[in-house]
């Protein structure tokens, strides 16, 4: 199942490079994706968020 899942979101991730115009990384965002990447959650590659994830994203959008 996690193969699957990965090889999904690299589907994803060439059709919006192909698709889309890059946004602009914002340092809210930097922020948060480096966070995230150094989380320690036993080897799981995904986990439940916590409570701020969801609305800590949606200011970076907002800001965009």
Do not use: I, Q, W
């Not at 809210?28 to 409570?51: I, N, S």
């Not at 969801?54 to 965009?64: E, M, Q």
């Amino acid at each position: 199942m996690e193969k699957t899942f990965v090889n999904a979101v690299g589907h994803f991730a060439a059709y919006t490079g192909n698709h889309r115009p890059p946004a602009p990384v914002t340092p809210v965002l930097d922020a948060e994706v480096r966070r995230l990447a150094t989380r320690d959650d036993a080897g799981r590659l995904v986990c439940r968020p916590d409570a701020g994830l969801a609305r800590r994203l949606h200011d970076c959008a907002r800001s965009y």
